[in-house]
């Protein structure tokens, strides 16, 4: 048998994928957030991260080739006006809302902010993309609605994988990265480029400072 062929030799019943993508992308998001203590959340996140990458192996018809299909289909220019644009929400952000914290890496810690641009593409923009876009789009298309709900439907998700921050910033920086996300990866036809996206915001993220919001040490729970 081979491995994207179902149990039992079929397609998955629509009612199973519904129960398997409530558990996977709304319940374990809110357990997480709201039952385990802070210093878990990134030992929970590999976890959940492993157990997506399973369910993707097993998805019937999927081949990891396909992560490689239309790399370059997107342009420096754009790469450029998301990066410079980015760059200046970011900045004004954090001057708006925690003016200590801008910049503070990159002032102060420039070696450390190094290592987190190098190890965040790995450790959390691939992975992060392999669960909201190619299992998200691949293993559920079947139960998903169609057209821009179903992009708003990816979007909400991947700001709920976020709750743990408990912040309003990172719920609404989410979500909007999300939507950009999806279209790299849905209009492009391009996971890499949603990668790379995803990389570069990320990392921008941290050197604007605005890093402190998504640090699990600074979560307050609202309860």
Not at 161 to 174: E, F, G, K, N, Q
Request: charged share 10%.
């Amino acid at each position: 048998m081979s491995k994207h062929t179902d149990w039992a030799g079929s397609a998955v019943p629509h009612m199973r994928l519904r129960l398997e993508f409530g558990l996977f992308f709304v319940a374990v998001p809110v357990l997480i957030a709201v039952l385990f203590p802070p210093d878990w959340m990134f030992p929970s996140l590999f976890t959940f991260t492993a157990i997506g990458i399973v369910l993707l192996y097993f998805t019937p018809g999927f081949v990891w080739d396909e992560l490689r299909y239309n790399w370059r289909n997107w342009s420096w220019r754009e790469v450029a006006v998301f990066t410079v644009a980015m760059t200046v929400f970011c900045a004004v952000l954090v001057m708006s809302t925690r003016p200590e914290a801008a910049f503070f890496l990159l002032r102060n810690r420039p070696e450390f902010l190094l290592v987190i641009w190098l190890a965040y593409p790995l450790l959390s923009a691939l992975p992060q993309e392999l669960l909201f876009r190619s299992l998200f789009f691949r293993r559920y298309h079947a139960i998903l609605p169609n057209g821009r709900a179903a992009y708003l439907l990816n979007a909400a998700l991947f700001s709920l994988a976020h709750l743990m921050y408990w912040s309003w910033i990172v719920a609404i920086m989410t979500f909007a990265g999300g939507l950009l996300f999806t279209w790299a990866y849905r209009k492009r036809g391009s996971f890499f480029y949603a990668v790379l996206l995803h990389a570069i915001a990320g990392n921008i993220i941290f050197a604007a400072g605005l890093g402190i919001y998504f640090y699990s040490g600074n979560v307050q729970r609202p309860f």
